[in-house]
């Protein structure tokens, strides 16, 4: 992999929660891996394996003790204030566990709000949101506010926002957390989908080894450490899922 | 077992919990304060000369318990909504609803007890303190007015017990219809208004026909009298929610539609807006009353203050007159910021006076001329000797320089020779007029004591325009002190009312904003944000209630008739008032900062 083609470079990355003078909690302990352009990546491990922690560091969203992170070329560990906003609104594309719709917005303008922050004229915009919006088929939800909306509804609200400024990387923690079987298939798919047509690169933390199976490769995180690998290669989805079950069974003893 | 788990849940919220208590607390103060000074006899018959007085204590008693019934109701919203998610959570748990029920209203009555309590005791302390700085401040001296007043203090907790036990049964009602799963997930209800045009019309008309009616009566007061307040007060109110309710919700639906409302965050800002605007327009409303009392009682009372010198001033020709003046006199004499003075030797035999022409043609009278609408020209003139010798001799305020036991001695004037001649008591009399009386009130004060120990006018006269301004503001100083009084009681009640506004919505808004950082709103953007919608929510209830104070001054007409005049000045009260305003506008926006934006993580 060259350097040219890599969204996600992760290097030596610590985090340690707690001051100085507190008690501390080692969370993350030297973390390397990239992430290739347009390559689907899953990271699974326990609860409390320091996922969302590392999903943090890379959005900008906390920041390492230690190490480096390259997002798109952009050194993140070294950007302040304004920078890491906007970092946040042009890189990164984010869905949530519980949606983080604003529910005094409609659903257009939830997912139009990407565009707006960066000042995109309103026509553009409009064009833009009707493209996403029927991609993932939610065009007859435009006008609804998030109250009216079921929940695979609003997860589809939330990756037509995450994905209508077209970020250089789509990052999901458990996006299928709060949806049933059905409706976390669909999001899945759409994620594959939006995957290939587009050549986004997704990063989905999940502990679900069915949510996993849609990925091209998984890191297992243990006790903030990447433990092993897995890659897809050219098996087809249900081989995966039956190898990752495997995976944890030996990953977790 | 509940109840420990309702404690914990007023632990966690402790902050939330001291506000709304010292609200309330103050509101009942402030209510004890008024209540005294409404109901105390001895202070009002004291006081009270003029008769429209104890009918303007009384009427600020009325609006002062509208308000309360108001802010009250206001309060306990609040409260409400603090605390439903937890009885959501406590009847999901499989408490009963009667449980609750009861856990509730002994909540809303102790928390209201409390309240009251610290309230008279603080009511009781301020009525001593703050009420005496105030009067001090403003150089009045009211009778017989006594901290303590055990009818006012049974008024206070009758009214506010009453009220809270109201409220507790209104929450109760509330708490035991609503569903568990709506009272668990009440912050996130989305309240979509539906627009309705014909509807907005009829509501806008209705509010601005409702507005005319209160204004011509508050014009009208001559005529309605007492029926004039209360209808005022119903028919604005009214108004102001219509038309509030008829316009807001419009304009915001209009700007949503424009390309303005897609950029930056505008569009969350008129979401904001549009999400709340229910609650918003009661609580503009409310705002915008209370905004508008407290502008318009403090203006009527600096009106008062301002306005009585410049009444004075018209009273005499001269500020005061100083007989056979004493080192100590000549001392404060020369601290004055003499704007004309003149010294006349008397010499007063049986019941004439006798006063020498030259010194009356070096030093000339001044004298003040009035136009045929009986109004005082605004300049004092002078007359040669002759003509004074005529005419001038009569000015009431030239007699009074010379007052015996039953009254003024009969002016004459002498050529200098025959006056060195005449026998008689012979006295020095100076007047000064000072250029502004305001600023000269402390020597004036003393210099009118000193005189009055060994000259006293017969009872009932005043000599100069200082003594006449003792007198009016022995008459307006009561109405003077009660603008300022309620003014800063309604300001105060206006301060606690936007602050309940403020923090209920602040939990919401923190995940609102919270999930705007991680999206990637940059801070200042989110700080412009929230400075608008609280600007906007300072700015509506503000200009109503301008417009609400500029018709309302008509009220005070026939108790400031001319020279004095409701609207003469008030533009430097209105930079005063909203200069506090703003400052006020900006504390609470620091507040919200403080509470609602999330932390960066960067340190
Ligand atoms: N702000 C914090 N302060 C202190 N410790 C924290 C903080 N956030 C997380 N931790 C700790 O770091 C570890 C990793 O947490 P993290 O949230 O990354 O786990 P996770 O893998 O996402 O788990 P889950 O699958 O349950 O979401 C946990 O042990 C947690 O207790
Ligand atoms: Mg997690």
């Not at chain 1, 190490?67 to 990164?92: P, S, Y």
């Not at chain 2, 109405?479 to 923090?503: P, Q, R």
Request: aromatic share 10%; net charge positive.
């Amino acid at each position: 992999m060259t350097t040219a083609t890599t969204v996600v470079d992760v290097h030596g990355l610590e985090k340690t929660y707690g001051k100085a003078n507190e008690r501390q909690y080692k969370a993350l302990k030297d973390i390397n891996f990239s992430v290739a352009e347009g390559e689907f990546v899953g990271i699974m491990g326990a609860s409390g394996s320091g996922k969302t922690t590392l999903l943090n560091m890379l959005s900008t969203l906390d920041t390492p003790t230690k190490g480096d992170v390259i997002v798109n070329g952009h050194d993140v560990t070294q950007m302040r204030g304004n920078q890491l906003a906007d970092f946040r609104a042009q890189e990164v594309g984010f869905i949530f566990q519980d949606f983080n719709l604003l529910e005094s917005l409609t659903a257009e303008e939830n997912i139009g709000l990407p565009l707006a922050l960066k000042g995109t004229a309103s026509k553009i915009m409009d064009q833009a949101i009707h493209e996403v919006a029927e991609t993932l088929s939610i065009a007859d939800l435009l006008q609804k506010y998030p109250a009216e909306l079921s929940g695979g509804q609003k997860q589809r609200v939330a990756a037509a926002r995450a994905i209508v400024h077209h970020p250089s990387i789509l990052m999901g923690d458990e996006p299928t957390g709060a949806l049933d079987s059905t409706s976390a298939r669909e999001l899945l798919d759409l994620l594959t989908t939006i995957n290939q047509k587009q050549a986004m690169s997704v990063l989905l933390v999940t502990h679900d080894p069915f949510s996993a199976s849609f990925c091209q490769r998984i890191l297992f995180i243990k006790d903030g450490q990447i433990g092993s690998e897995l890659k897809r290669g050219n098996q087809d989805r249900a081989a995966f899922y039956q190898q990752i079950l495997t995976e944890l069974g030996t990953f977790n003893e | 077992m509940l109840g420990k788990l309702a404690l914990a849940g007023i632990k966690n919220r402790r902050r939330d919990y001291l506000v709304l208590l010292a609200g309330l607390t103050m509101s009942a103060a402030i209510f004890y304060m008024f209540a005294n000074l409404a109901t105390n006899r001895a202070f009002i018959k004291a006081n009270a000369v003029v008769s429209q007085a104890s009918f303007i204590f009384g009427f600020g008693a009325v609006l002062l318990i509208l308000i309360t019934v108001v802010y009250i109701m206001y309060a306990n919203s609040f409260l409400l909504s603090m605390r439903q998610h937890d009885y959501g959570l406590f009847m999901m748990l499989g408490a009963t609803r009667k449980r609750v029920g009861e856990l509730v209203f002994l909540e809303t009555l102790i928390l209201g007890t409390i309240a009251t309590a610290i309230g008279i005791v603080l009511g009781l302390l301020m009525s001593k303190f703050l009420v005496g700085f105030l009067l001090n401040m403003l150089g009045l001296h009211l009778a017989h007015l006594s901290a303590f007043y055990v009818p006012a203090i049974i008024a206070t907790a009758v009214l506010y017990v009453g009220l809270f036990i109201l409220a507790s049964l209104f929450n109760l009602v509330r708490l035991t219809r609503t569903t568990v799963l709506k009272l668990l997930h009440s912050d996130e209800l989305a309240n979509q208004p539906k627009v309705k045009p014909f509807r907005q019309l009829v509501q806008g008309t209705l509010g601005i026909i409702f507005l005319a009616i209160g204004y011509w009566a508050l014009a009208a007061i001559k005529v309605l009298q007492m029926t004039a307040i209360p209808l005022a007060l119903v028919t604005i109110t009214l108004g102001t929610y219509l038309l509030f309710r008829a316009t807001i919700l419009v304009v915001i639906r209009g700007l949503r539609r424009t390309a303005w409302a897609k950029k930056h965050l505008n569009g969350f800002l008129l979401g904001q807006l549009n999400f709340r605007v229910h609650n918003y327009t009661r609580m503009l409303t409310i705002v915008s009353l209370l905004f508008a009392m407290a502008l318009g009682a403090i203006t009527v009372g600096s009106g008062y203050h301002r306005q009585l010198p410049m009444m004075a001033k018209m009273i005499g020709t001269y500020s005061i007159a100083v007989h056979d003046k004493t080192p100590a006199e000549q001392k404060l004499m020369a601290q004055l910021h003499v704007s004309y003075s003149a010294t006349y030797t008397q010499k007063r035999q049986g019941k004439t006076v006798y006063y020498n022409a030259d010194e009356i043609a070096k030093q000339p009278v001044e004298q003040q001329r009035y136009k045929k609408s009986g109004q005082p020209e605004a300049h004092l003139y002078t007359q040669s000797l002759k003509a004074f010798k005529k005419s001038g001799t009569q000015d009431m305020d030239f007699m009074a320089l010379a007052l015996g036991k039953t009254g003024a001695y009969t002016p004459k004037i002498l050529s200098a020779e025959q006056f060195a001649k005449q026998t008689g008591q012979t006295v020095t009399v100076t007047t000064i007029r000072v250029k502004d009386l305001q600023q000269d009130l402390q020597p004036l004060k003393q210099l009118s004591k000193l005189e009055n120990k060994r000259f006293a006018p017969p009872a009932g006269m005043t000599v100069g325009s200082y003594q006449g301004y003792e007198v009016m503001n022995g008459f307006f100083g009561g109405l003077e002190f009660m603008g300022y009084f309620l003014g800063i009681a309604f300001l105060a009640m206006l301060a606690s009312c936007l602050m309940f506004k403020i923090l209920s919505g602040a939990p919401g808004d923190q995940r609102r904003y919270r999930m705007l950082y991680k999206v990637g709103v940059r801070q200042n953007l989110m700080r412009w944000g929230i400075a608008k919608e609280i600007g906007i929510l300072f700015l509506i209830p503000g200009i109503m209630g301008v417009i609400d104070v500029l018709f309302g001054l008509q009220m005070f007409k026939p108790l400031m008739s001319a020279p004095m005049s409701p609207y003469l000045g008030i533009g430097s009260t209105f930079l005063i008032f909203i200069g506090l305003y703003v400052i006020y506008y900006l504390i609470t926006l620091a507040l919200y900062w403080r509470i609602v934006l999330p932390k960066t993580t960067t340190a």
